[in-house]
Each structure stands twice: as C-alpha cells, then as structure tokens.
C-alpha cells in the first residue's frame, strides 16, 4: 500500500474575510497538523460520513436537550469543515474556483460554545460505526481554540498558577499551609483511629512519590487519611515532593502543549527525589495525565501507579487488616470517565468496595459504558455553568443514583466528587453522601490487626 502524501501545512491568509481570531486560528491549527500527531486521523476522519447520527444514542447530554447541536458527529463536523476547506488539496482547489464556506469570528464563537458544552466523556465513540472518536476532536478543537485565547477563565487562571505562580499548584496553596492541613491529619487520625501516621516529605529513594489532586489538600481530608493510612499498614516506601505536590493537569482539557508541561513537572519532581514510581491519588484526569509519562518523558521514565491499583494488590495479598464488620450502608459506585472508558481501571475498586460493604449495588450502565457525572473535561471547574452540569448535562447521573436507592456514592475522583455533590444538592437527592474509596477503607481498616493503634 502505498504510503498516504503528507501536506505541508500552511494559511493563506488573503483568503480570510474577517479579522485576526480566525487567521491566527488557521496558523494554529497548521503548526499543529505539522508538527503533532493529529493529522492522520483527521485525514480519515474528514473522507468518512460524520453525519449518520448513531452517537446521538448515547450522549447523556443530547438525550437531556434533543437539540441537534448537541450531536456528537455534529459538534465534530464544525472542525472537520476547517480541516477539509483549508487543509485539504481538494478544500483549497474548490474554495478558490467557487468559493464558500470562510472560517470567521462567528463560527470560531460556535465552535467555542460547541466544545465546551460537550464533557470529552468518550462514551460516544462506542457507537460510532465508522470509529471516529468524537472525544478527540473536542479534545483537538479545544487546543486550536485555546491557542487563540480560547479558553474558560478558571482553566486558564488555575495552570497559570500551576506553572509560573508562587505557589505552583492549581489551587494556591502554599507549602506551610499544605504541611499545617498534613499536621492537622496526623492528628485526626490520632484522635479517631488512636494510630500514628505521618505525611513524608521529600523522603528520597522513596519508591513512591505521591500527587493527589492538590484541591484534596482542602476538600478530601477522609481520603488523604485513607491513602496515609493504606500506606501506613502496608509498610509502604512513599513520599510528597515539596518542590510539586499537584497530580491536577487542566492542560489535558485544553491544551496538549499546557499538558506536557505539567506531565514533565511530575516527572522531574520525581527524579529530584530520586523516586522510583509515580503514585497517583483519586483523581481520574491526573491518571489519565499521567499516563502519557511515557509519551512525554521518554522509555526511561518512572512507572505511574494509580492508589486504587496499590491498595488492591496490597488487600489481595492480605496486607490490609479489615474489620469483621462491614460498612452497612448501601454504597453504590459511579465510575470516573478518564479511568474507566478505556477498561484500565474498573474492577479494583469495585473488588475493594464488596470487600468492605455489607450492601454494594451497581449503577446501570456502569464501566466503560458509564455515563458521565456531568461535569468531565474540566467543566466542574466553571462555576457560572453551574445549572447546566447538574441540569441537562447531569441529569441521567441524577437519575441513575436516584435508582440505586443508595445512600453512599463512591468517586475515586476530585473532579467527579466535587460535581456529584452539587448534582445530589441540586436534584434533591436528598441525604446522599460522595466519598472516595479511600473514605470508606479508611472505616474498614482493623489498625490493631495491623500491629498499630489501639491494643497494637
């Protein structure tokens, strides 16, 4: 077969009616055609039927609203039609000799509105009969858009911090005030559990160097307990880097460039310690970053392990005591997007959750099937859309805890976490609580047993 011609990427910008958004836009869009890995598959992407309407079936968010817009292979076609009209030979040759379609501020607008209605989820792609994944190209479209200036306030402020703010984390945290909250956590455990655990810092040759969600720091205390606690019983080698303690990493929903920049900043962190593993806590787009180490930092970079893989091989090889009574009340499990569409990781917290649950039930569709909680692709993180996460984007999440009947929903996921708290809040659902499995391994563990607290 002979190998397909690659085109060298280019904007002829005479052709432009309006102002500067759009040619920047189309400059954009060709360096990264040029120099990324995108182009092969919107070159097969833009020869194939994007308008056939299968994905509809399953996006939560077209069900809620029935508004074509709202079509996932319609939401693609927008950047397809740029890619074919300025990207294409064909496109080039058609606009010159009858004209047509030109990309103009306008439809830079639609596009904006398009993408960032649309959670990146995934679960679409399923469906597709030509396998086109329309996640990618919420993903793609996002970038060219954010090289633009395109791009959600509270995205852009918190990787701004992230990369070139003092304190180098996305929700401004300082370094004392991240060892007091760790001080803080020792003591609780202390006071509860009757057990002393402590948080390490820049321990080197640890095997594990530790980046939760750094909004966990002030948000998730009972799961930064449970990771602590996890490692506490297990013996295990970890430590928390004072140079980065961050795992968020916004730049993967928006931002390939932003995104390689904060994966090389876990890395290096690592290597300063002379760590040996990076440990991911509960946060579904921090393992998914995390995950492209390897594409970032080369074969040689350290192994990424997310916390619910350690704590389930370490509670299959019997080295996590539980208590002979289990969690009575009834849990149910909503599986994160970024960790569960592509089957990575879906039975270990489950395995987890039966092990310690009296009454564990499942949401159906669940897995790589799972809707989304209503707020991935960094939407949880804009208040001001509030309404319509937990409104039409959510409302089939709402509806699938309300049928469960369940009173805990677990998330291993800041992000998931933060969304179906406001989603439970704003859809009346009543006394629900959103935990992580940390939370409630943290209630199972038998500390004794263990040969620490109480009677140890």
Known sequence: MATPKRYSYHVEAAALETGDRPRRFLEAFAAILQHGSYAVALDSYARMSAKCGRCATDCQLYAATGAPED?????????????????????????????????????????????????????????????????????????????????????????????????????????????????????????????????????????????????????????LMGNAAVMHVTDGSWTIGTGNYDGINYGLFYSDRMMERIVRRVVG?????????????????????????????????????NCLEYAWDMLEAGRIPLKAERIPERVTYHDPCNI????????????????????????????????????????????????????????????????????????????????LRELCQDNDLGDVEVVGVHDLLLRAIDFPAAGNGKGG
């Open 71 to 223: 079509i996932p292979c319609h939401r693609s076609e927008l950047l397809l039609r740029v890619y074919r009209r300025y990207f294409t030979p064909s496109g080039v040759l058609k606009a010159r000799m009858f004209g047509g379609f030109e990309l103009t501020d306008a439809y830079l607008d639609e596009m904006a509105e398009a993408y960032y209605r649309c959670t990146a989820c995934r679960r679409c792609k399923a469906s597709c009969p030509m396998g086109i994944d329309h996640g990618l190209m919420t993903h793609l479209a996002r970038w060219v858009l954010a090289e633009v200036g395109i791009i959600p306030r509270a995205l852009l402020v918190s990787v701004r911090e992230q990369l070139d703010g003092k304190s180098g984390n996305t929700s401004a945290i300082p370094l004392p005030a991240l060892k007091d909250t760790c001080e803080f956590l020792t003591e609780e455990l202390h006071d509860i559990y009757d057990v002393d655990i402590e948080y390490p810092f820049d321990v080197e040759g640890a095997e594990y160097v530790f980046f939760p969600a750094v909004s966990d720091y002030i948000m998730e205390a009972d799961t």
């Open 340 to 419: 569960a569409r592509v089957g990575r990781i879906t039975e270990q917290p489950r395995e987890i959750l039966k092990a310690i649950c009296a009454d564990y039930v499942e949401m159906t569709p669940n897995r790589t099937h799972n809707y989304c909680c209503g707020g991935g692709g960094g939407t949880v993180s804009i208040d001001e859309i509030r309404a319509f996460r937990t409104g039409p984007m959510g409302m089939r999440k709402a509806e699938q805890i309300r049928a469960t009947g369940a009173q805990i929903v677990v998330s291993p996921c800041a992000n998931c976490k933060k969304q």
């Open 269 to 305: 962190e690592v290597r300063r310690l002379r760590g040996r593993k990076i440990l991911i806590g509960e946060c579904g787009h921090a393992t998914r970053s995390a995950w492209y180490v390897p594409t970032f930092a080369g074969p040689d970079a350290p192994p990424v392990v």
